[in-house]
């Protein structure tokens, strides 16, 4: 009958559509372990996996740093993406020690599946905190700077490059000083690299997120898009404009970070 027909062909196509699908997730998987294979080699050849490695944790006693930065930096650790050798620096406005970060962290690394318990020593042996005034503080920024120079020299033997990586885990009205204190006073000397990344939310709207990428992208080393370049007088005003208009002026999010940071 026509419906028996119609349910048969139906059926069928269905039967179809599944070993299709059966297929392409094959052949996906089949070449997704090429590309990881691909990727863990490119990561072995990487500058950064030979030379020292240092990664700043700027916000390091917020909620956002031991519940999320931080276990991902030891899952990277974990999984052979960062050099055994990688300096991790926790710095923020909070009195901690180095051993006072390490037992913060501690309880949330310790949560982590399939990482064992001496991976997670190994990983918290790497950190270290510093303590900052203001996430713009020029002293501590200087004398970090001068530390992560020795440690640098240590690991190459004077004579390769010294990599830094800063994670704002902190408010976004702070994110220009902070940054534009780091190139003055911290950034990684040549051949080294220096690189920031950020955290959302980044801006309120496409306006104060334009003028916040403008802002950042002037202080690297090509300068804007077309040559444009943005003077610090010009800098410092728009980062006086996202101050009015990012936590904690932002409605709905209050004090910025948690516990007021």
Known sequence: SATTSTGFLSGMSQSIRIGVRFSATRNACATGSV???????????ADYMTNALSVVVVGASGDLAKKKT?????DLFAHGHLP????????????????????????FLDKMQDIDADLVEKFLACCTYRRMSSYAD??????????????????????????RLFYFAIPPNVF????STIKKTCEAPAPGFTR????????HDFDSATELAKAMGAMGAGGLPGGQSMDPAAMQEAASKMAGKLPGGMPGLGGGMPGGL
Not at 70 to 74: K, T, Y
Not at 138 to 163: M, P, R, T
Not at 196 to 203: N, Q, S, T, Y
């Open 176 to 179: 220009l000083d902070t940054a």
């Open 35 to 45: 590309l990881l294979a691909k990727s863990h080699e490119l990561i072995a050849q």
């Open 138 to 163: 020029a002293e501590a920024l200087a004398a970090l700077h001068a530390e992560l120079a020795a440690k640098e020299a240590a690991v190459s033997g004077g004579g390769g490059a010294g990599n």
């Open 84 to 107: 055994h050798h990688v300096n991790v620096v926790g710095v923020a406005r909070s009195a901690l020690t180095d051993e006072g970060l390490r037992e913060k962290l501690r309880p």
């Open 70 to 74: 931080f276990p991902a930096l030891l």
């Open 196 to 203: 920031l990344v950020i955290e959302k939310p980044f801006g």
